[in-house]
Each structure stands twice: as C-alpha cells, then as structure tokens.
C-alpha cells in the first residue's frame, strides 16, 4: 500500500527527529469538486439505498445555529455511547467548541428528523477548504437511513458551499465489531483511506516532568 508505506516514512523522521508518543492514524477524505453525480454513484450501493429509502420516509435535514441544538444533540449521544458501555459526551464539551467556532462559521450541527423528533444527528467543524465530522450520534431504533441521509445532505451542503473535501473524522485500527461497523460505514461513501502519523517533540523534559506532576496531581485531588 503506498499510502501506508509513505505515511510509515513520516514515522520514521518522527522517531529521527526525537519526536515521542509517536502514534498512527487514519480518515476516509471524499474529495468534493467531483460531480454530485460522480460522488454519490461512487457510494456503496447499500448506503445509496438506505438514503432513498429515508427520502421516501420522509425524513428531513435541518441545520441547527442555535445553543440549543448541542444541549439536543449531547442528549442523543447518551443513547448512541450507551449502545457501546461507554458515557456520553459531555454538553460543557460540546459548548465549548461550539462558543468558540460559532461566530466565525467553523462549525455546523445537523439533525435528521422524522416528525419533529430527532434520529440522528452530527456536528461537523469546517476549515477554508475541508469539513470534518466531528462527532455523531442516534437513537434507539432509528428510522432506517436517517444517519446514512444526513451524511449525504452534508456532502451536498458543504459541495455546494465551496468545501473541496469532506473528512470523515478518522478511522479506527481496533479489530472489534463496533470499529469494524463504524469504519464500514464511512468507508461505504467513496471515500479515500489516508494514513497518518503524529507525534510531540519535548523542547524541555524537566519542565515537561513538572507538568505532568501537576496534573497528575490535579486529577488525583
């Protein structure tokens, strides 16, 4: 694979160059100035599917500016975090990027609703010329092809708006049901699988040492 095998140099002049906590990943990047035509037949027959069968359904895409849409949003991620035992996000979390990126544009909150009741729903952070799927979530027994829908309503949202790629928000290299699922499901949009690697360079590792006593202090308090 050369992706990998050029993102494996880069981890090598990672290590090179004394960079630490080293670590490796991925995102499935759909590159937007192609035709809306182009991209959604390049869209795994099984997404395409389900997408209809929701227009059919009738569930609608709505952006929502307001703060109210990130506490509504945090509240379905309760649901969606307990289906993998974990705890939800955080709606403190959530405002904070939310008050921070708001002014300027940088972030978008979409739900996927079917009769004024939320199925899904997705907050994305935008540069000049990439969007990213932030976070997501959905309820129990969700109309079919709600998140699969909304997904697609974003791409044509930021296409038309002069967004050159789309980010699915990193892919994840655990062997488990859930991050083959998930990893599935973004790979199903025609996206391409993009390696990454990362890393921290300690310009001063006594000073470094000290703060991280103190947090681990902090936290211990």
Known sequence: NELLDEACLWSDFLELNNFNEIYRYGSS????TQNEDVIFSNIHSKHRNVIRRAQKENVQILEDTSEQGVYDFQKITIETYARSNKPSLKV????KYFFALNKTNRIKV????????????????ISDNMSIYWH???INNCILGS?????WEAIRYFKKNGIARYDFGGCSFGEDEKSISINRFKDRFGGELRYYFGGMLVYRPFLNAIFRAILWLKNKI
């Open 29 to 32: 990047v759909l590159d937007l």
């Open 147 to 151: 998140s699969n829908l909304l997904q």
């Open 136 to 138: 997501g979530g959905s």
């Open 92 to 95: 403190e979390y959530l405002l």
């Open 110 to 125: 979409f739900f996927a609703k079917h009769g004024g009741i939320i199925q899904a729903g997705a907050i994305f952070i």
